[in-house]
């Protein structure tokens, strides 16, 4: 078993506290308001930040957004690699997706094949008119030509390091660190 020794702290709670408000800000310059938009998080951490996202929107523009949230597991082009039994949780969406504009949010984008994943499982779902690819971190080594709209923050890292989002309503605390693995 792989182990990860913690290497650096990226950002503590305030710093991601900003990252999302930025974020927010820039969704709704972008789209020009918030008519047909719907924030869709991607489990599981992706939908704490897309409901964190949500809500920073709803006090800016004064009225919350519909946002869903997505579960890629049976679109993951490596589940025949798993050596688990995957779990897969109920995707949920609020509205018909048909003619919106969706924010995807994960927490942290890397190779793109969680993105890719995700788009897919969206297409099943109906067919908007746009799609924009929000995330906290973007650690860069894609494999797919994927890039996102609105970023928290750029952080290089090498091949044996992991990025960790950890947020206070799954882990317990508030920060993003960069662990290596030993």
Request: hydrophobic residues 45%; proline residues 4%.
């Amino acid at each position: 078993m792989t182990e990860l020794k913690e290497k650096a702290v990226l950002m503590d709670g305030d710093g991601i506290r900003r990252a999302l408000l930025r974020i927010s800000h820039e969704i709704v310059e972008k789209n020009k308001g918030t008519d047909n938009v719907v924030l869709v998080g991607i489990r599981t951490r992706g939908v704490t930040v897309a409901a964190r996202i949500g809500a920073e929107i709803a006090r800016i523009e004064g009225h919350d957004l519909p946002h869903g949230v997505l579960d890629i597991t049976l679109y993951r082009d490596d589940l025949n690699e798993l050596s688990y039994q995957p779990i897969v949780h109920p995707t949920e969406m609020p509205i018909d997706i048909t003619g919106k504009t969706v924010v995807l949010v994960d927490d942290v984008l890397y190779t793109g094949r969680t993105i890719r994943a995700a788009m897919n499982a969206l297409l099943d779902i109906g067919r908007p008119c746009m799609i924009q690819l929000a995330v906290l971190i973007d650690r860069g080594h894609r494999e797919l030509p994927i890039r996102a709209d609105f970023v928290g923050k750029n952080v290089p890292t090498a091949a044996l390091e992991d990025v960790a989002v950890l947020l206070q309503d799954i882990d317990g605390e508030e920060r993003v660190v960069i662990r290596e693995r030993i």
